[in-house]
């Protein structure tokens, strides 16, 4: 499939999972909504790490990485749920989709592993123009209570996306353990407060999970196989599913600039499609 066409999956199944994400964040305490959003996805990776795991892959090494990336998700899921109980979906994810660039950043000075062209650049700066484009909101800016903490999470975020690509586990051992370091964590970190699951949102957290999940098992087979920058910045795009999918489903108001923020985005996968090809 390569980079272009994981990224953009990636997009697709993490847009439609962070509108049942923000479901749940609205209706769970920040801590219980890190803690259980953390725990689900952990849970939801058993089996097939019981049934796919590639065990020759687990060295002491990658694991050091993978628990170091869970540490940093575990911050982002912080930020993430106070973003989302403070603004709109179609204005948090965009910002939250800056991780990509982070990601894209760290991966193309750190490691130097991937080709750099100029139209490569250029599609990679368009795409993520576009995504910041979608978190317009009515006054003309972003919202002022939700921006700052989307905007530490998208840089967490991002830092946890370049580990998880850069670790020798396979996919699906790599995300086993992130989430468990991730869970473990913030348990820790909270004092254990936040594990008594509420009664709402039940559903939603199932859903909002299995989108995260899937979002990453699709992200870490792109950024493994190719390359970490273009899986990272067009997986980041789920903005606009998900600018989208709250003007569908949750009746929020979508401005010209995130209704331009579509063709704009379209333009940045062209670019990066035909600096690939």
């Not at 067009?234 to 923020?261: H, K, M």
């Amino acid at each position: 499939m390569g980079s272009v066409g994981f990224g953009l999956l990636a997009a697709l199944i993490w847009g439609a999972g962070a509108l049942y994400t923000a479901r749940f964040a609205r209706s769970a305490e920040g801590v219980t909504f890190v803690q259980w959003f953390l725990i689900a996805q952990t849970a939801l990776l058993l089996p097939p790490l019981l049934a796919f795991a590639d065990w020759g892959s687990i060295t002491a090494g990658g694991v050091a990485i993978i628990c170091l990336a869970g540490v940093s998700e575990a911050v982002a899921a912080h930020f993430y749920g106070l973003a989302l109980t403070r603004g709109d979906v179609g204005l948090v994810t965009p910002l939250i989709s800056l991780e990509g660039a982070v990601a894209a950043i760290l991966g193309l000075t750190l490691e130097g592993s991937d080709t750099v062209s100029a139209p490569l650049l250029l599609g990679l700066a368009v795409a993520s123009t576009g995504g910041l484009l979608a978190g317009g909101s009515r006054g003309g800016g972003w919202s002022s209570r939700g921006a700052p903490p989307a905007l530490a999470a998208a840089f967490f975020f991002g830092t946890a996306l370049w580990l998880i690509a850069i670790t020798s586990l396979d996919p699906i051992s790599a995300l086993f353990i992130f989430y468990a370091a991730a869970s473990a964590f913030t348990a820790f970190r909270t004092g254990f407060r936040g594990l008594r699951l509420p009664g709402r949102g039940r559903g939603a957290l199932l859903l909002g999970s299995l989108g995260s999940v899937g979002g990453f098992v699709v992200y870490g087979f792109g950024a493994q196989g190719d390359s970490i920058a273009i899986t990272a910045v067009l997986g980041a795009q789920f903005s606009v599913v998900a600018a989208a999918g709250g003007f569908v489903f949750f009746g929020e108001r979508l401005t010209v600039r995130q209704w331009a923020a579509v063709p704009v985005v379209a333009a940045g996968v062209a670019l990066i499609a035909l600096a690939t090809s």
